[in-house]
């Protein structure tokens, strides 16, 4: 299992930027797709974003289209989010996940622990 840590949550101003990582350990030998959700309180986890094991191929909400963008670095171990022209409603907790397919990434087993980013209007 391929285990993860998110990284580069924080608080902004409506119209800023921030960039996330996602660090992958543990069985890293597999090939593996991305992905990135959040969860505003009160809500339902939702998709964000994913990219495949190749890097690719990239998946976004509409709802953050033209603005969010996901990549991964060379070895693959590593997925980046950068986030901006951010809005209020952009607010919640960010999780990443690893899965045999984007397809899948909903309910991958492998999740990292979450990172917050609130934005401020």
């Known amino acids: 299992q391929v285990q993860l840590v998110e990284s580069g949550g924080g608080l902004v101003q409506a119209g800023g930027s921030l960039r996330l990582s996602c660090a992958a350990s543990?069985?890293?030998?597999?090939?593996?797709?991305m992905g990135w959700f959040r969860q505003a309180p009160g809500k339902e986890r939702e998709f964000v974003a994913a990219i495949s094991w190749g890097g690719t191929v990239t998946y976004y909400a509409d709802s953050v289209k033209g603005r969010f963008s996901i990549s991964r670095d060379n070895a693959k171990t590593t997925v980046y989010l950068q986030m901006n022209s951010l809005k209020p409603e952009d607010t919640a907790v960010y999780y990443c996940?690893?899965?045999?397919?984007?397809?899948?990434?909903?309910?991958?087993?492998?999740w990292g622990q979450g990172t917050q980013v609130t934005v401020s209007s």
């Open positions: 996940a690893a899965g045999n397919s984007i397809a899948t990434l909903a309910s991958a087993t492998s």
């Open positions: 543990g069985r890293t030998d597999s090939s593996y797709a």
